[in-house]
Nanobody, 119 residues
Framework: QVQLVESGGGLVQPGGSLKLSCVTS????????IHWFRQAPGKEREGVLC????????AYLESAKGRFTISRDNAKNTAYLEMNNLKPEDTAVYYC????????????WGQGTQVTVSS
């Protein structure tokens, strides 16, 4: 059974940092990309960053460039999204998914983790 479990969200002040984790099971982690996306209330889902199986990274969110970093630890079947200099507009539920490659489709994702940026 494929599972993805996001964690690490929380309430942070503007300018603060968070590191999200995506712990996976039920598939060969190293063979898949990991795609982080987010969804804010009343807004459409938007891609954030993706890391391929060979660790190439792709940014889908212009505002994330220079602030967010994606990484993966294949030994732990875990991917990370490190977010710095957070802004109120980053407030959203963050999800991870595992497409075969960055830009590919995906059908499963976790329950998400809430990130709230507010003073």
């Amino acid at each position: 059974q494929v599972q993805l479990v996001e964690s690490g969200g929380g309430l942070v002040q503007p300018g603060g940092s968070l590191k999200l984790s995506c712990v996976t099971s039920g598939f060969t982690f190293g063979d898949y990309a990991i795609h982080w996306f987010r969804q804010a209330p009343g807004k459409e889902r938007e891609g954030v960053l993706c890391i391929s199986s060979n660790r190439g990274t792709y940014a889908y969110l212009e505002s994330a460039k220079g602030r967010f970093t994606i990484s993966r630890d294949n030994a732990k079947n875990t991917a990370y999204l490190e977010m710095n200099n957070l802004k109120p507009e980053d407030t959203a539920v963050y999800y991870c998914a595992a497409p075969a490659y960055c830009g590919g489709t995906y059908e499963l994702w976790g329950q998400g983790t809430q990130v709230t940026v507010s003073s």
